[in-house]
């Protein structure tokens, strides 16, 4: 049996994991995050929260901290499987919430692109992206559209 030692960028994914406010410390300046939402309903202005690109370190961790919100602080991302060379990582696990009695479960995969030991963009998935909308966008009405609009971007 082979004792291979993690990638580094295996090791920043998993304690990304563990403490989501580390990707501060990981994340380049101008960091992007794409939610992998529809991207046709951006232009109708509805589903903000998961949907489109997220541009910078302050948009991407208000996002994430409005997912942490919805879910009433009960948001659990669990990485099941980790791999990561120079240039990539993949992150495949189980993402649970549970807000007023309302439980989220569901199959994540993230996929992170990294240049010179940075995290300068993210791609994230859901097994059923219209489960996870129902449970952070349309239980919260009118607050769907809830980030800052200098920092987003909706390439």
Known sequence: MLDRKSHPHV????????????LTEFA?????????????VMAAGSRGLMTGDYIGKRAVLA???ELFRRSGGALVM?????????????VLGRLTANRHG????????GLWRFHDGHIVE????AADWPAAERFFVDEFGDEAGAEPADTRSTK
Not at 78 to 90: E, R
């Open 11 to 22: 090791e920043i994914l998993r304690a990304i994991y563990a403490d989501l406010s580390l």
């Open 28 to 40: 380049s300046e101008d960091i992007v995050l794409h939610a992998a939402g529809p991207r046709d």
């Open 63 to 65: 996002r994430e901290k």
């Open 78 to 90: 669990t990485p099941g499987d980790i791999v990561a060379n120079d240039y990539f990582g993949a």
């Open 102 to 109: 309302h439980r989220y479960e569901g199959e994540f995969c």
């Open 122 to 125: 993210h791609w994230e998935n």
